[in-house]
């Protein structure tokens, strides 16, 4: 959650082996960009960490690697 009005930075927990980040919300992305059912979310591209847009909320789940 990011309620300063400039983007900022984040870094995430490493998940255990096996396991990627996937955005199930992110309210700074135009629709409908901005949430995605549940199984379907997009891999988050790094896993280290992000940005977070100005006055947003990003949610993000800890899904298994695709096989």
Known sequence: MNMYWEALPFELPRLPDGF???VFA???MPSPE???DPDSEPELADQ???IVGGR???ILVGRPAAQ
């Open 20 to 22: 990627r980040w996937h």
């Open 26 to 28: 992110n309210t700074g």
């Open 34 to 36: 901005d949430a995605f």
């Open 48 to 50: 280290a960490g992000g």
């Open 56 to 58: 947003s909320v990003m």
